[in-house]
């Protein structure tokens, strides 16, 4: 199992935070830690995710979140071989 991270830029909307987790949740992929923030674009938040997981489950979760309407970008940070 690897752990990777990965970085969402999103409208700041309603429930933005709740479909991308429930995203998560439906494929019962764990999400070791998870972050928030502002950006320097009004109406933008960014969200850091951290996951374990092999390669088929990064690709699908990445490819999934592309797939959310609110969701601007998809970015794949790093990647650490886990214990």
Do not use: H, W
Request: hydrophobic share 35%; net charge negative.
């Amino acid at each position: 199992m690897k752990k990777f991270t990965i970085d969402l830029f999103v409208n700041n909307r309603f429930g933005v935070l709740n479909r991308i987790t429930g995203l998560y949740c439906k494929r019962a992929y764990n999400i070791e830690s998870i972050q928030a923030g502002p950006t320097e674009i009004p109406g933008c938040t960014k969200i850091e995710i951290v996951s374990t997981g092999d390669d088929y489950m990064r690709t699908q979760v990445i490819s999934q979140l592309e797939k959310l309407y609110d969701v601007r970008k998809v970015e794949l940070l790093s990647e650490m071989d886990g214990e």
